[in-house]
């Protein structure tokens, strides 16, 4: 892997101890000094600084906002300057292509996407929008946690009035930084954008705080699964569809049946449908019992022996904040959701109880 | 003390063999969340998968070092799976094995190999 891709704060990380890992093409800090179980509390309970700078940053003009939402079940064209919103790319057959955030802001529209997809749905939105702009020479933070704001406020004091999935450009140190209210970690904080060249001065800056250590992408693996948030190749894939992702929320009111601008988005006959009739799978929470970790790729049985297969664990692991392993799956809808589940862990049926999303409460600001 | 190339660490008491996993694995590992130990009694050939470590990044095996009986598991791991990051050198043992022949222990290497190879 000697064409791995280096991002701005690679000295920064290793400054601080970094674990660094090959991750969708980049060399990225999986954990630092402190290592993922003491990463993943400190974001809990104070702040936690991200660098998620391999993920794609994408400006459209702000006259697309008519053709992006002919690619995803989103009201774009009613997003309100300043303001953020969920996205799924949806393929012909109502599977997904990747997710995605979606801001309006005064002059554009600003979008980031996954590492792993950045490729892939940049030649997507080319196919059917003009002025689609790679943003490349900015670094990607994400400062989560509940003193996340207490931290950011020192350096920029605007962002304490900024809600949940709020966006704004604000200067700091000469410098313009483009920052959301949001997160996927299920506690507050905020995402950052800032020029590369800036970026390691910035995260110095907020690493000295008391209160903000380095987290690396293992912590953010276990805090967004204890957040139920799907892992785009794990639990959303072209196979899925987001209804039967447990997503259905991510669909928004006028693109559903009766609304003003119904469908229109890719593979909208399957999952309007499965809205109103049901989707043949369904996305679970799991906890198995004991402590072996169930992961993805576990398949997942109605029955202690025999029985049949009825899915399979698409992300697991070990919950810090909930002392005990967890895991996601997709399931039969016609499972019910009141029996025990067994996973099949090296050779041993295992079980597992169903039980709601998220495994750790959201405190967002709302 | 000798030390196997899968980084486990073997103390030989007579031909009862205790065997951990070193300060330098249970690091690359992470923290440990699970363990799961052979049942006392159990017969194992040498590079038999017997214990299954998961930390908060992986799952990962460990072998038999020897052939012979396994006469004691450390249960303690099983309730604090923790231990083996805190003291992997001394109370996060795994299991204490009645070699069938001690002569296997001569291939492993001493603390100075080891540390050589890690370096």
Redesign the interface.
């Known amino acids: 892997m000697s064409d791995l891709k280096h991002l701005p704060l690679k000295a920064l990380h290793e400054a601080q101890g970094a674990k660094m890992v090959p991750f969708a093409g980049y060399e990225m800090p ?2 630092f000094a402190a ?3 003491a990463e993943h509390q400190h974001t809990r309970e104070k702040a936690g600084l991200f660098d998620v700078s391999h993920m794609g940053q994408v400006l459209l003009p702000l006259s697309a906002d008519a053709a992006l939402e002919a690619l995803v079940p989103v009201d774009v064209i009613g997003l309100k300057e300043g303001r953020q919103r969920y996205g799924l790319f949806t393929n012909d057959a109502g599977g997904v292509l990747d997710d995605l955030m979606i801001a309006r802001r005064a002059g554009d529209l600003f979008l980031v996407v996954n590492a792993s997809r950045k490729e892939h749905d940049i030649a997507h939105m080319r196919a059917a929008i003009d002025g689609v702009d790679e943003v490349t020479d900015r670094a990607l933070l994400a400062l989560q946690g509940p003193l996340a704001e207490t931290a950011l406020a020192r350096l920029v004091p605007s962002v304490a009035e900024m809600k949940f999935m709020d966006v704004a450009q604000v200067a700091w140190n000469g410098v313009e930084l483009w920052i959301s209210r949001s997160g996927y970690t299920g506690e507050d904080g905020f995402e950052i954008s800032v020029p590369a060249d800036a970026a390691e001065g910035f995260a110095s800056v907020l690493l000295e705080m008391e209160e903000v250590m380095p987290i690396g992408l ?1 912590a953010r693996d ?1 805090l967004r699964m204890e957040a139920g948030m799907p892992l785009y190749g794990n639990d959303l894939t072209e196979e899925i569809s987001p209804i039967e992702a447990g997503m259905t929320w991510a669909v928004n009111k006028v693109r559903r049946v009766g609304g003003d601008r119904e469908g229109g988005f890719p593979g909208a006959d399957r999952i309007l449908d499965e809205m109103q009739n049901g989707a043949a799978r369904r996305r679970v929470g799991l906890r198995p019992e004991g ?3 169930m ?1 993805g790729g576990v398949p997942l049985f109605d029955a202690a022996e025999g029985g049949t297969q009825i899915g399979v664990i698409t992300s697991g ?2 919950g ?1 904040s909930v002392g005990a ?1 967890i895991a996601m799956g997709i399931i039969d809808s016609a499972v019910p959701a009141d029996i025990t589940l067994y996973g099949e862990v ?1 050779g041993k049926r295992l079980p597992a109880a169903q039980t709601d999303l998220p495994f750790h409460k959201p405190d967002y600001k709302r | 003390m000798k030390f196997t190339e899968e980084h486990e660490w073997l103390r030989a008491d007579g031909d009862i063999v205790t065997v951990g996993i070193t300060e330098h694995a249970a690091t690359a590992l992470g923290d440990v969340v699970f363990v799961e130990l052979p049942e006392a009694g159990t017969q194992v050939a040498k590079d038999d998968d017997i214990v299954v470590i998961e930390s908060v990044k992986a799952a990962s095996d460990i072998m038999a070092p020897l052939d012979g009986e396994i006469v004691e598991v450390n249960d303690a791991l099983a309730d604090t799976p923790g231990m083996v990051n805190d003291d992997p050198m001394g109370e996060a043992w795994f299991f204490k094995i009645k070699a069938t022949d001690l002569s296997q222990m001569d291939e492993y290497m001493d603390e100075d190999a080891y540390k050589e190879m890690i370096d």
């Open positions: 999986v954990q290592g993922v179980m293992g276990s402590r072996a970790p992961r692991g070990f810090p392993p090296r």
